[in-house]
């Protein structure tokens, strides 16, 4: 039996979400490593201000897929061109940084503890309430005296690494060239919208959800980046067939660096987001808006889960933990035999 056969199965948790109006919408998507695919999608695109149903080709908001699918990746890109390297200070790369307290521990965070979340940087700081211009925003956030704090999960990390692609390549983040299905710049018309907010007092559609990166301009390290199903899942198939990146890269990428974080992703670990029944060395990673990608080298799969979980607002229960699990589980499920 084909995958496209079974993944109904898989959609189900998603489709009985959907039902239950705790998401407004999903699109699964599943490639094996020798190209196989299969699409579903179901729902909406937006419900407010007017029903907007979704189709597959539309564009999702990836969030924090962006610190994977651009920013780490990226990032080892540079580094197999000798452009970066993983365990040199960032000052290296960014002198300017702390300049007026050459003895910040700022200057001497690695990328390698950037990409796996081993610094005492913030989990997040509201930036964008400073209310500066994008550029005089970047300079805030490289001479700020951050607090130190136990190592977290971190946007601040990669809003840094950032800056460091900016720099290196003397390219802006908004116009780094992107694969096919990947952009900064969404058509908005063909986008599923987000929420709500308050702040920008419209509903978010075609622009980056995260205030944050917002306030950066659109684009930056740690979100900002929009994806098609079929963008998604091409940049999983070219990591299942070990394309892109060196050897040596795409081990690193399925090595723990601190507890589960490897470069970037998170690794398979008792209760994580991607479900049981996969291989050991499975990555994933989620974005804030209602989306993630899983994919497991080991045993040639990979798949992602879109919604837009968020629309028409955060603030109330949607169950995506659940409904990521579940659908993992599912994925492994079909197959355990492979």
């Not at 308050?198 to 900002?224: I, K, P, Q, S, Y």
């Not at 394309?243 to 601190?258: D, K, Y």
Request: one cysteine or more; hydrophobic letters at 40%.
């Amino acid at each position: 039996m084909s995958i496209d056969q079974k993944i109904d199965d898989i959609f189900f948790p998603a489709q009985e979400s959907i039902n239950s109006k705790l998401i407004p919408g999903a699109v699964l998507g599943l490639v094996t490593k020798n190209g196989d695919c299969a699409i579903r999608v179901k729902g909406y695109a937006q419900l407010e201000p007017e029903t907007i149903p979704l189709e597959s080709s539309m564009w999702f908001d990836l969030a924090s897929l962006t610190k994977v699918i651009f920013t780490t990746q990226y990032c080892m890109e540079l580094v197999d061109k000798n452009l970066l390297s993983l365990d040199e200070p960032i000052a290296r790369y960014i002198p300017d940084l702390r300049q007026y307290d050459f003895k910040a521990y700022e200057r001497q965070i690695t990328l390698r503890q950037l990409l796996s979340h081993h610094t005492s940087l913030p989990a997040v700081e509201p930036l964008y309430t400073l209310g500066q211009d994008s550029e005089t925003l970047r300079a805030y956030i490289l001479q700020r005296d951050w607090p130190k704090g136990p190592s977290v999960y971190s946007d601040i990390n990669f809003i840094l690494i950032g800056l460091v692609i900016e720099r290196v390549t003397n390219l802006p983040l908004s116009n780094q060239i992107l694969a096919k299905g990947l952009s900064f710049s969404p058509p908005i018309d063909h986008s599923a919208s987000t929420e709500f907010c308050t702040w920008r007092n419209r509903v978010m559609r075609g622009e980056v959800h995260d205030e944050n990166a917002f306030a950066l301009g659109g684009a930056a390290g740690h979100a900002g980046l929009f994806g098609t199903v079929d963008g998604v899942l091409d940049h999983a198939l070219r990591i299942l067939n070990d394309e892109s990146l060196s050897s040596n890269m795409m081990n690193e990428m399925i090595t723990p660096h601190f507890h589960h974080r490897t470069l970037g992703w998170e690794i398979n670990h008792e209760g994580w987001h991607g479900g049981e029944g996969h291989s050991p060395r499975c990555i994933g990673h989620l974005g804030f808006t209602g989306t993630g990608l899983w994919i497991d080298k080991a045993r040639g799969y990979a798949w992602t889960l879109l919604t837009n979980r968020v629309h028409p607002n955060r603030h109330r229960e949607s169950g995506i933990m659940a409904l990521r699990r579940e659908t993992g589980r599912r994925v492994a499920h079909i197959f355990k035999d492979h």
